[in-house]
């Protein structure tokens, strides 16, 4: 019985992270509006990907090595720089592009999950420890943190994308579709400041 309340909040965690405004989901949002909610889920699944090997790194050798945490503050900045390369591509977008058209490949996606700073900080002192709580319970706890929570990181992020989609028609209207992607573009500016900021923050005070 002790086991399902870890269950239920493992999930919900990952509910939260997947549901948490943030550079990927922006990501998400820019191709359901670039290519329609099908073509958004593929986004999504490279996100997955990428999280889901950065965290399994994280699980199952990075905790073991005494990092400081300026180390993560620092890869924020270059996490920032990415963030700024993306929305420099998205603020051009005039139109919506053909389905042959990728704004955001696993490559970039994986780039900007391994340079985000605060994604290996969340996971190293919040899922962590709840990871080895677990595994404390059953064999293999883990592994079994780590298909839970990203389970619920995908639930949450491919319900908002479908919400989202259902406002495609209007926003797709001529007039709006460079305003909609500039908006994108400004949040990714937005993100990259913040990690940015956050870093100095750390440094210099």
């Given amino acids: 019985m002790t086991l399902l309340p870890k269950i239920v909040e493992i999930i919900l965690l990952g509910v939260i992270g997947g ?13 359901v509006l670039n290519g329609g909610f099908k073509k958004s889920f593929w986004v ?5 990907s990428a999280e889901s090997i950065v965290a399994g790194f994280i699980l ?21 720089i990415v963030l700024f390369w993306l929305a420099k591509q ?5 139109e919506v592009a053909s389905e042959k058209k990728e704004i955001f ?3 970039k996606i ?9 994604f290996w900080i969340f996971w190293i002192t919040i ?42 028609p209007l926003l797709l209207k001529k007039k709006l579709v460079s305003t909609v992607f500039r908006v994108f573009a400004l949040l990714l500016v937005f993100f990259g400041l913040k ?5 100095l923050v750390y440094f210099i005070f």
């Fill in 19 to 31: 549901a948490v405004p943030g550079p990927i989901m922006t990501a998400v949002f820019t191709e």
């Fill in 44 to 48: 999504m699944v490279k996100a997955l």
């Fill in 60 to 80: 199952f050798v990075f905790f073991a090595w005494e990092v400081p945490t300026a180390y993560f503050y620092a890869i924020s900045f270059g996490g920032a």
């Fill in 90 to 94: 998205v603020w051009g977008i005039r």
């Fill in 105 to 107: 490949s696993f490559p």
């Fill in 110 to 118: 994986m780039l900007l999950t391994i340079l985000n700073g605060g």
């Fill in 127 to 168: 899922c962590v420890p709840r990871a080895f709580e677990l595994s404390q319970s059953v064999t293999g706890g883990q592994v079994l943190f780590w298909g839970l929570f990203e389970s619920g990181w995908l639930f949450a992020t491919a319900v908002l994308a479908y919400v989202f989609s259902k406002f495609r």
């Fill in 195 to 199: 990690s940015a900021w956050g870093s």
